[in-house]
Nanobody
Framework: QVQLVESGGGLVQAGGSLRLSCVAS????????MDWYRQAPGKQRELVAS???????YIADSVKGRFTVSRDNAKNTVYLQMNSLKPEDTAVYYC????????WGQGTRVTVSS
């Protein structure tokens, strides 16, 4: 079964850190860019970070300097390291990739308290 499975969310105080993980099925991980999106309550889903198979990255301006994205191609896993978290980072974070169709994980909730 093709799938993406996120983990690592939780409750953290402002200024804290979390690392999210997303394990993907091999057939949608190899040679694909992997993305992290987030959706805050009442807002549209937004792209946070992307990492290509060659490990080039894109980081959204809103999190640049605080978040980094990485991947372990041997483990079919992509990570989102989130530092200096702010209350406005509170959202459900989703792993995504596109291969013929969109694949989404179930999401992992991140709550940052002030």
């Amino acid at each position: 079964q093709v799938q993406l499975v996120e983990s690592g969310g939780g409750l953290v105080q402002a200024g804290g850190s979390l690392r999210l993980s997303c394990v993907a099925s091999r057939e949608i991980f190899d040679f694909n860019a992997m993305d992290w999106y987030r959706q805050a309550p009442g807002k549209q889903r937004e792209l946070v970070a992307s990492i290509f198979y060659n490990k080039d990255t894109y980081i959204a301006d809103s999190v640049k300097g605080r978040f980094t994205v990485s991947r372990d191609n041997a483990k079919n896993t992509v990570y989102l390291q989130m530092n200096s978290l702010k209350p406005e980072d509170t959202a459900v974070y989703y792993c995504h990739t596109l291969r013929h169709t969109d694949y989404w994980g179930q999401g992992t909730r991140v709550t940052v308290s002030s």
